[in-house]
Nanobody, 125 residues
Framework: EVLLVESGGGSVQTGGSLKLSCTAS????????MGWYRQAPENECEFISS???????RYGDSVKGRFTISRDNGKNTVYLQMNSLKPEDTAVYYC???????????????????WGQGAQVTVSS
């Protein structure tokens, strides 16, 4: 059974930082690309970042230069370091396996919390 457990969310002020973690089980983590999506109220499910098994990373335009993704295969965990947070970063953040090959429905299932409960991030001005 695939299980993704996100943690590390919270409330911060504009300019603050948070680090999210996602621990995975039920599939071969070290041979699986991983990533993050987010869902804000009244917004579409948004791709945030991905990290391939090779270590190559990619970021959405809205977070480029502020967020950093990393992974620890020994701990089956992917991280998202978020700096210079803005109120528009407020959302529930979900991690995903093979994030760049998901169909639209699969992306929606990620942001509906089907694979993990997500981590709430709230940034106040």
């Amino acid at each position: 059974e695939v299980l993704l457990v996100e943690s590390g969310g919270g409330s911060v002020q504009t300019g603050g930082s948070l680090k999210l973690s996602c621990t995975a089980s039920g599939f071969p983590f070290d041979s699986t690309d991983m990533g993050w999506y987010r869902q804000a109220p009244e917004n579409e499910c948004e791709f945030i970042s991905s990290i391939r098994t090779s270590g190559i990373t990619r970021y959405g335009d809205s977070v480029k230069g502020r967020f950093t993704i990393s992974r620890d295969n020994g701990k089956n965990t992917v991280y998202l370091q978020m700096n210079s947070l803005k109120p528009e970063d407020t959302a529930v953040y979900y991690c995903a396996a093979d994030p760049e090959n998901l169909t639209h429905i699969q992306q929606l299932s990620v942001c509906w919390g089907y694979w993990g409960q997500g981590a709430q991030v709230t940034v106040s001005s």
